[in-house]
């Protein structure tokens, strides 16, 4: 058994576990490593990879910032980095997504990295993840975000909404990005981690993240997984292959 019978009734009851320490020192600097070269240039893949800018660099704001700090987000960069891959392959990880998941046969949905650059590293706005990913039926995906710096409250934690996964899909407003509506912010759990720490959620509990004034950075990384036997229900021709990661494929299914 991977979760004590207390992370597991707090899973039940919140929609999210604070884990704590995972990843050695050695994985977390090359995990770093990689990540960093995606998002400055000097990653093989870098070209191919999915970025997405600071909303301020789009703006043309961030002129003398070198290109790895604009970068926001990373998007599925296990697709163009075998260390990520095998991050999100973790045998430990995966004991605990089956856990929760309530099944072996696993596949990977998507990964991301959310760099929140020192100084002017902005929010991610409250939201269910469920809410984007449509497609994947039942909504019931679970992410493992893993830091991989120092995180506080400070420089823009996960901030998670505990319960909120029991209510379905809240209503969201889409302007930049999704906009949970009639949400109580006060109930927001901080997850302040040590680098190599992590935690899981489920994609229907709400949560985002602060902005990161200060000088240190807080990137995350975060691995999501879904049930093999999940049906496809979006549009066909934009499902892609999605990795079998732990037991066996089901006919018709994602
Ligand atoms: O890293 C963050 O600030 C937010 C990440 C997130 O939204 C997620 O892992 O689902």
């Known amino acids: 058994m991977s979760l004590t019978d207390k992370q597991k009734a707090d899973y039940e009851r919140d929609g999210f576990v604070i884990y704590g320490h995972l990843l050695s020192e050695e994985t977390l600097e090359v995990l770093r490593e990689r990540m960093d070269a995606l998002a400055d240039g000097s990653h093989p893949n870098a070209e191919k990879a999915g970025v997405r800018l600071e909303a301020a660099a789009q703006r043309g704001e961030l002129e003398n910032v070198p290109r790895r700090d604009k970068v926001w987000q990373l998007l599925d960069p296990h697709r163009y980095d075998e260390v990520v891959f095998e991050h999100a392959s973790n045998p430990k990880i995966l004991d605990i997504v089956e856990e929760l998941l309530g099944t072996e046969d696993i596949k990977l949905f998507h990964t991301q990295t959310l760099m929140k650059p020192a100084f002017h590293g902005s929010i991610v706005s409250w939201h269910q993840d469920s809410a984007y990913w449509t497609s994947v039926d039942p909504p019931t995906l679970v992410s493992c975000w893993t830091a991989l710096d120092d995180v506080t409250e400070e420089n823009g934690c996960l901030r998670l909404l505990p319960g909120s996964y029991k209510k379905g899909i809240w209503p969201h407003e889409r302007r930049d990005f999704l906009h949970a509506q009639g949400i109580d912010e006060s109930t927001a759990v901080p997850v302040v981690l040590k680098a190599g720490g992590c935690s899981f959620h489920h994609s229907l509990t709400v949560h985002g993240s602060g902005e990161n004034r200060t000088p240190h950075r807080r990137r995350g990384l975060a691995t ?26 089901y006919t018709g299914c994602v």
Request: charged content about 40%; overall charge positive; aromatic content about 12%.
């Open 224 to 249: 999501s997984y879904m049930r093999a036997d999940s049906k496809w229900v979006g549009d066909p021709n934009q499902k892609r292959d999605f990795p079998l990661l732990r037991g066996k494929e």
